[in-house]
């Protein structure tokens, strides 16, 4: 299984913040946030940037690598400056209504070292220092920031930002209130526009799919599972490694990556997954071409208003 981040739209941040009665807050970020007005003033949307991870592996066996279809894949950065403009209409949308706005939302950075393929872990575990000392869980996410700051929501609020009651009924008006279309989560979809990397995420499916059953790959992947067979584990194929309960799960991780370093197993099957993605690329060229200008266009726009 390929793990990777997908972009969120930003009525379902908002929506499970509300859920769980609390806002997320980077680790590196000030306290701004948590000073932002619940009145009708708009306040600005913060956008928390300090610490963020580099965009590639910073170590072991795919230090460095970037497959091909990340060209026209969002980068995180850029999904949370979208995710901030569109937080920033929203908030505007909902303040000059005379409504307060009372979920104020900040981002957290990613548990792992990340870029939109996640290389890191794309091939299993590759990062020597996370296998030392968490095997194969995900660092933990430094969450002492984090405070609760979204108000209990009103019905109005509610149905404002949402367009919809609490039942689900569309809304164009409430309580003497005008309601936009689809609410003020409808409003800043139109305003910012909508990010659009389905098809280059397919692809990037198709490609993982199709490179793990290359002769390359399959011959690499034995190789390492006779290497972990060396050392008193066995195992078939590194996304199975996890499943081990013979040894500490720090010790089986960092054999892994040793293995997988021995044979050269990531150099193997990320030479082959990126030819694939190279040919998946040149056949549908034009379509992947016209997403990513849609993209910069709304990212542009996204930049503007934030």
Request: charged share 25%.
């Amino acid at each position: 299984m390929t793990i990777r981040r997908v972009a969120v739209p930003a009525g379902l941040v908002l929506a499970l913040a509300l859920a769980a009665g609390t806002a997320i807050a980077n680790e590196g970020g000030s306290d701004n946030a948590a000073e932002t007005e619940t009145g009708t003033e708009t306040a600005a949307v913060e956008l928390v940037n300090e610490g963020w991870p580099a965009p590639m592996a910073a170590s072991g066996p795919a230090e460095g690598l970037v497959l091909p279809l990340e060209d026209y894949l969002i980068p995180y950065q850029d999904q949370v400056a979208w995710e901030t403009a569109r937080r920033t209409v929203e908030q505007e949308c909902v303040t000059e209504r005379g409504l307060r706005w009372f979920a104020p939302v900040t981002y957290v950075d990613p548990s792992i070292p990340y870029n939109t393929m996640n290389t890191p872990r794309r091939y299993g575990i590759t990062v020597l220092a996370d296998a030392e000392q968490y095997g194969y869980e995900l660092p933990p996410l430094d969450t002492a920031a984090a405070t609760s700051r979204s108000a209990e929501a009103t019905d109005t609020e509610i149905a404002v930002l949402t367009g919809r009651t609490d039942d689900g009924q569309e809304v164009a008006e409430v309580d003497g209130i005008e309601v936009p279309e689809g609410g003020c989560y409808g409003e800043s979809a139109r305003t910012v526009g909508e990010l659009d990397e389905e098809l280059a995420n397919e692809l990037a499916g198709q490609a993982m799919e199709a490179s793990e059953t290359h002769p390359d790959v399959v011959a690499a992947i034995a190789d390492w599972s006779a290497c972990m067979a060396g050392h008193g584990f066995t195992v078939a194929h590194p996304y199975e490694a996890s499943e081990i309960t013979t040894a500490p799960a720090t010790e089986v991780a960092v054999t892994d990556i040793g293995c997988k370093e021995e044979v050269g197993l990531v150099d193997t099957w990320f030479a082959v997954e990126s030819a694939i993605q190279e040919d998946l690329i040149n056949e549908h060229r034009a379509a992947l071409d016209g997403e990513r200008e849609q993209n910069a266009e709304v990212l542009a726009t996204a930049e503007a208003l934030r």
